[in-house]
C-alpha cells in the first residue's frame, strides 16, 4: 500500500506559506511528545507512591483523562503534512498525473468540509463548559480533584483549526498540481510506494543521509 512521504520545498510563497506552518505544527507535535513524557512521570510518580508510601497520587485518574487531548490532538496538523492519516492509499495511489491529483483535491475538499463541521461542534462544546462567572471560569470539571474541563475542550477546535488551515493550503497544492500537470509538486505529501516507504525509515533509523 502506497503512503504519505516527504514534502518538497522551493522559493515560492506558497512553500514559504508551507513552511511557516509546518513550524506551529511542529511546536503543537513537540508538546505532544512532551505530554506522553509528562504522563510516564505521573505514573511513576503515583505507583512509586503507592508501592513504597501507601499515598498514590490524588487524582491520577483526572490528570491522565486532561492529558489526553493534548496527546490526541496535537499531533493532527503535523500528521496531516506528513501524509500520515489513515486514507484510501490502495486507489489514489495507482493515479498518476492530473488524475491523482484530482483524487487528491476530491479527497481533501471533503476533509476541509468535515474538519468545519468539527471545529464548530468542538468550539460549542467549549462554549458550554466556558463561563466566566463560575469559579475558575468553569461549569464542568473531573469528578476526583474537580480540575476544570473547558482548557482541554479549547484545545480540540484549536488543534482542528491549525488542521483546517493545514488542509487548505494542501487543496491549494493540489489545485496547482493538476493545473500545471506537475509530476512532484510543492508543499503536499507524495506519494510513496512500499518499497520507498522502507528505505526512508531506514535511511533515518540508520542516522545517515544518501
Known sequence: MAG???VLEDGSIFSRLDRELAKAESIFAFFAGLTVFLMMLLAVFSVTGRNFF????PGYVDWIEFAMPFLAF??????????GHIRMDILI???KGRAGWAAEFVTTFFTLALLILLIWGSWAHFQ???DWAAPLW??????????????????????FSLTAVRVALQLWGYAR????????PIGVPLVLSAAEQAAEEARHVGGFEK
Open 4 to 6: 504519505g512521504g516527504a
Open 54 to 57: 501507601n499515598a498514590p497520587l
Open 74 to 83: 496535537l499531533g493532527i496538523a503535523w500528521t496531516q503534512r506528513q501524509g
Open 93 to 95: 495511489g495507482r493515479l
Open 128 to 130: 458550554r463548559s466556558f
Open 138 to 159: 468553569s461549569r464542568d470539571s473531573s469528578i476526583d480533584i474537580a480540575l476544570p474541563l473547558w482548557p482541554v475542550k479549547l484545545l480540540v477546535p484549536v488543534a
Open 177 to 184: 498540481a493538476f493545473v500545471e500537470g506537475a509530476e512532484r
